[in-house]
């Protein structure tokens, strides 16, 4: 079975320009997170979906930084303009509320560079 | 403010060596979780720990839940090179529309032969 999808793998971008990333949840899963990684901060959860509806935006750094799910099998995460101080690593990651525990399976996540 | 602290941050280890590594916090949880995340990649779960006191093993890594669910640890026994990478412990925060994990800024792991 594949697992979590993710595209880019990587990203490359100058300062101002939207970005979008794309996440592909396992097939069944109804529960979707965006995360992104820095060394300096971790993993920090961005938003969260619920059966296609956003929970907890809470994480989102701000107005330049949006997300969609218009269905199960597919989300975005959209950066406009994008600043120097986004790059990171972004990663989707998704559950299903039969599993034990609500372990979450992740994606290899996008690494944007934003110069 | 970081609701679960691991330490330490950072471990260099020989082949062999047993070690144990923590996660902290002030808060209970109704679950928590060990991932190990591999350079380029992204986190793959462990283990799962539900109850106080618990303890799960797999294979040479065993992991305790404390007893007030508030901490826990993860302890290798005869590290080997393939166990080097970023450990990170997360809690669950649950609601009932769905569970949120609070991760942990993890332990980088390295072990040289």
């Known amino acids: 079975d594949a697992g979590v999808i993710q595209s880019p793998r990587h990203e490359v971008t100058e300062m101002g320009q939207e970005v979008t990333l794309r996440c592909k949840p396992i097939?069944?899963?109804?529960?979707l997170f965006w995360y992104r990684q820095t060394m300096m901060r971790g993993l920090e959860l961005l938003i969260y979906?619920?059966?296609?509806?956003?929970?907890?935006d809470s994480g989102m750094p701000e107005d330049r930084f949006s997300a969609k799910m218009p269905n199960a099998s597919f989300s975005t995460l959209k950066i406009q303009p994008s600043e120097p101080r986004d790059s990171a690593v972004y990663f989707c990651a998704s559950s299903f509320p039969g599993l034990a525990a609500y372990e979450q399976y992740f994606g290899p996540g996008t690494r944007l560079t934003v110069t | 403010t970081q609701l679960l602290e691991q330490s330490p941050q950072f471990l260099s280890i020989q082949e062999g060596e047993n070690l144990t590594v923590y996660c902290n916090s002030s808060?209970?949880?109704?679950?928590l979780q060990w991932y190990r995340q591999e350079p380029g990649e992204g986190p793959v779960l462990l283990v799962t720990v539900v109850t106080g006191g618990e303890v799960k093993k797999l294979k040479r890594l065993t992991f305790q839940f404390g007893d007030a669910r508030k901490d826990s640890s993860l302890h290798i026994t005869a590290a080997q090179p393939g166990d080097t990478g970023l450990y990170l412990c997360a809690g669950a925060r649950g609601s009932n529309s769905g569970y949120a994990l609070n991760f942990g800024k993890g332990t980088s792991l390295l072990v040289t032969p």
């Open positions: 808060s209970v949880f109704s679950s």
């Open positions: 097939s069944g899963h109804n529960s």
């Open positions: 979906f619920n059966n296609n509806v956003p929970i907890d």
